[in-house]
């Protein structure tokens, strides 16, 4: 090998040797025709441009970690199912402990869960509110299924119902209220007023039949959870005064003052409601109480003296606390009655301040008096089972529950035999007997 070409060979391996600039510049330009030929021009379809857009918008690691899996199992589930429109309803129809329960609250936790992604405090709390009122219809419905698992399926929903209930609470307390508009506020009042109705009418079933333990913490679990929901009610409508006192108009000033005057009154009905039947169920105790004293000077009747006296002095205990109830009832009554025309006159005047701590008070009030209701009507189910019953079916086919009607009641004395007292019970508490009170064997 020549001593010129060992010298060449050894500067290229030094990099000495280099290509001309004319030499790079012709043949660059000659590759990159080339490539431009060669190449098909990429094109996103519709759906491409659709994920590259969420991706820009929520970020690539939500798209490729919650976003796309969610949505490759719903095609999935959609694609092998062929009625997939009445698999969504029937989902959406579920109650707990049916097959499709669990998709239910899984779109539901994804409804969530995007709303909390996207910051928008607004959808959360309204789907706090309508989650609400689904647990409640769900709690309604379950109750008088044939599930003989219900008393567990009620418990469960009502803890699922109370944690809504809660994070309802939560929000309506955040900085994160000011987002809320009074239009808003309207309608998540208006879910949790619903959430109040069907828990009242699940706890007047349920507290008839309410015979174990377990059955009576479950009432009261029911109870406790309508209280929160009379809270979030009266909040919302606090907010709503607030916002509106602030300046926001979404909602106008007559439209505050129907709400206000809504709200109070609606306590003072419920309030009203309760005390009558009570007040009906006292008057059957005291009626029942007369009755059983004339048995004993009834020599047709087969009582024992130590059954007789027994059952005597338990009615007549229940027949004293609970006519102390209706008493103590009935003068929250008087004083309610008082209050709807101090409310008025602070409409009037545009008080709208006053009238909120008016719906705050009442609203306390009619907590307590419930809890009095409950205890005397509880104390009355122990003794006299029928009597409760009774006093309810009078109010559901539209009777006053102190109407004078003819009542059928059966004393248990012994666990062989039994009396039925016919009485008919009055206002004033009083009692005649229609009938012939005759024992059962």
Sequence with gaps: MSKKLISQLKGLKHNDAAPSETWLKQNREILLSQIKNNIVPQRHTAYENFWIGMSVFLGEGIMLNVVKPLSVLLIVALVGTSGWIATVDAAYESLPGDFLYGAKRVV??????TASILGNDTAETKLHAEFAKRRANEIKKVSISQDPKKVERVSETVEDLKNEINNLTSKLDEKSQVALAANDLKEVKKNTDQVKIVLGEVKADLALIATSTVDKDVVQSISE?????????????????????????????????????????DTISETLLKTESLVGVSNVVEAVKSEMRGLESNSSTAFSVSSSLDIQQKIASVASTTKQAALQTQEVIKASDLKTDELQ???????????????????????????????????????????????????????????????????????TASTTVIVTT???????TVGTSTLKK
């Design 225 to 265: 959870v309508k209280d929160l929901a009379k809270d979030v009610a009266v909040k919302t409508v606090e907010v709503v005064v607030t916002k509106h006192l602030e300046g926001d108009n979404s909602v106008s000033k007559e439209e505050v003052k129907q709400m206000l005057d809504e709200a109070v009154k």
């Design 345 to 415: 006159n602070m409409l009037n005047d545009d008080n709208l301040a006053g009238v909120l701590n008016m719906v705050k008070e009442v609203n306390e009030v009619n907590k307590t008096v419930e809890k009095i209701i409950d205890t005397a009507v509880n104390n009355v189910q122990i003794v006299l089972p029928p009597v409760v019953e009774v006093v309810k079916e009078k109010v559901e086919a539209g009777q006053s529950a102190t109407s004078t009607a003819d009542v059928k009641v059966i004393v248990t004395s012994t666990p």
């Design 108 to 113: 539901e936790k994804t409804q969530m869960a």
């Design 426 to 432: 009055t206002p004033t508490g009083t009692s005649t």
